[in-house]
């Protein structure tokens, strides 16, 4: 979640999908924490990488 953290300003696309699907991935083990990562930072997340989270 750190990382995910970091990269939220990278400007590259590829990046985006990466943390979305990481994201998607962690949703799949631990509902809560990725859930409130989305909830507490999903305005400021880029597109992509939202759409790819909740996927």
Known sequence: MQIADILLDHNHDLIHKAVGWMLREVDNRDFETENY??????QK???TMLR????
């Open 37 to 42: 990562f989305l909830n507490t930072r999903y």
């Open 45 to 47: 997340m880029p597109r």
């Open 52 to 55: 790819y989270a909740i996927e």
